[in-house]
C-alpha cells in the first residue's frame, strides 16, 4: 500500500513524528509521503519556541519522507495535494484532521480532479481522523461551511475517530460514513523506563519535597477549561501532606505562580521534554485532569492521562468529554466542576492500591503501535469495498 498522510498540525508533537515512522515501517505500506506545514504556531506547552518550522525528513527504512509544504488559511494548499496525487500515486490518503476540516475538503476535491486528469487510475480511499465531540455545524458553521460539509459527506465514505462522541457528532448531521474508534497513539517507551530509587529522592531533595508528603500533578495546558483552578481549591480542602505541582503553561500561568506564592505547596513548573516528563511521572502519587466542559469544548482525549497510566501512576479525571473513556475504571471519575467530589476522588485515589500492570496495560491501547496497527487494519478491512 502506498499511503498519503495530510497533517495539519505536522510535527507538532513528538507522536507525530513516532507515528509517521510506525507507518514506514510496517511491512505492509510500501511507501509513505507526509505533508506537513512549513510553519506552525502552536501552544507554548509543546514548544517553548511557541512555533514549529518543519524541515523534510526522510522516514525509515527509507520508504517515505515527510515534505513541508504550505498551508493556507488554516488548511493544505489544494494544489500541493493534487501534484501529489498525480506524482505519489497513493492507494489511501489520510487527513489527520476534523471529518468537516478544510483539509478534508481539499483532498477530496484534489481527488477528484486527479482522477479526472489519470482517468485510468484507481482513485485512493481518503480516511479523516477527528476529535471533535461538539456539534457545531448547527450553531457556529456559516452557509460556505455547511457547503463544504454536504460536500464532504456526498463524497467522503471512510473515517477514524478518537472518541465515541466523535462519531455521534457525524450521526446527528445524517453522516454515517464506515467508522473505526481508534485511540490517539502516544509514545509510551519513555514513561516505561527504569528510574532509579536515587533519582527519584534526588528529584524531591531538589522541588524540597518532603519523604512522606503525597505528590498530587497536573500536567497540561494552564487554561480556564481545564479546570486547574478547582484543582487548588480541592486540594487546600484535603486535610493531609501533600503537594500540588503543576507543570506546563498558559493563560493562567501568571495566577498560578501567584497563588503558589502564598501557598509553598503549591508547585508551578514550566513545560517538560518527555524524557524530563517521565521523571516527574515517578514522583507523582496521582494524576488529576478535572477539565471543565464549555459551549465550544469538551475534553477529547487526555494523552496525560495515557502517559501517566504508562508510568504506573494513578489517574483521577472529571467526566467531561473522552476522559471516562480514557480511564475506562483504571481511575476515580467526578462530576465536572464538584470541588468535593473532586477532593473525594483524589483521596478514594490516594488510599486504593491499583495494580501498575493493569495500568499499563490500558495504556497501550494509546499506543503509536497500537494506533498505526488498528489503522493499516481498518484501511485493508475497506481495500475492496
Request: aromatic letters at 14%; charged letters at 25%; a positive charge.
Amino acid at each position: 500500500m502506498k499511503l498519503l498522510i495530510i497533517s495539519q498540525y505536522g510535527l507538532v508533537t513528538e507522536a507525530h513524528l513516532k507515528i509517521f515512522q510506525e507507518f514506514s515501517k510496517n511491512n505492509f505500506i510500501k511507501e509513505v509521503l507526509v505533508l506537513v506545514p512549513k510553519f506552525l504556531k502552536v501552544d507554548k506547552v509543546y514548544n517553548s519556541r511557541g512555533f514549529v518550522k518543519a524541515r523534510k525528513i526522510e522516514l525509515e527504512n527509507k520508504k517515505g519522507k515527510i515534505i513541508p509544504v504550505p498551508f493556507i488559511k488554516g488548511g493544505i494548499n489544494f494544489f500541493y495535494i493534487f501534484y501529489y496525487l498525480v506524482k505519489f500515486k497513493p492507494d489511501v490518503i489520510f487527513v489527520l484532521n476534523e471529518a468537516f476540516s478544510k483539509d478534508v475538503f481539499w483532498a477530496s476535491l484534489a481527488n477528484i480532479f486527479a482522477k479526472i486528469f489519470c482517468f485510468w487510475r484507481k482513485k485512493p480511499k481518503i480516511y479523516f481522523y477527528g476529535f471533535e465531540n461538539i456539534n457545531k455545524y448547527y450553531t457556529e458553521y456559516n452557509l460556505i461551511q455547511k457547503i463544504v460539509a454536504q460536500f464532504i459527506k456526498k463524497t467522503i465514505n471512510y473515517g477514524i475517530v478518537c472518541n465515541d462522541e466523535a462519531l455521534k457528532i457525524l450521526n446527528e448531521v445524517n453522516w454515517y460514513p464506515r467508522t473505526k474508534k481508534i485511540f490517539w497513539g502516544v509514545p509510551l517507551e519513555v514513561y516505561q523506563k527504569n528510574i532509579s530509587q536515587q533519582e527519584i529522592l534526588d528529584l524531591k531533595q531538589k522541588l524540597k519535597i518532603s519523604l512522606n508528603s503525597k505528590i498530587i500533578g497536573y500536567v497540561g495546558r494552564f487554561v480556564e477549561e481545564k479546570g486547574i483552578k478547582d484543582l487548588i481549591e480541592a486540594f487546600l480542602k484535603l486535610d493531609l501532606d501533600a503537594v500540588l505541582i503543576f507543570i506546563g503553561d498558559g493563560q493562567l500561568r501568571s495566577w498560578l505562580e501567584e497563588t503558589s506564592k502564598n501557598h509553598p505547596n503549591i508547585i508551578v513548573l514550566p513545560p517538560q521534554k518527555s524524557e524530563d516528563l517521565a521523571y516527574f511521572y515517578k514522583i507523582i502519587d496521582v494524576l488529576v485532569l478535572p477539565s471543565k466542559t464549555t459551549k465550544s469544548w469538551k475534553e477529547q482525549f487526555g494523552r496525560v492521562l495515557i502517559e501517566a497510566m504508562a508510568s504506573g501512576v494513578k489517574v483521577v479525571g472529571s467526566n467531561s468529554g473522552a476522559i471516562p473513556e480514557v480511564i475506562n475504571g483504571c481511575g476515580a471519575i467526578f462530576k465536572e466542576g464538584d470541588v468535593d467530589d473532586l477532593k473525594n476522588a483524589i483521596i478514594k485515589e490516594l488510599d486504593i492500591n491499583r495494580d501498575r500492570n493493569k495500568l499499563q496495560e490500558r495504556a497501550k491501547l494509546a499506543s503509536v503501535e497500537n494506533f498505526v496497527n488498528e489503522c493499516l487494519e481498518f484501511f485493508r478491512e475497506n481495500e475492496n469495498l
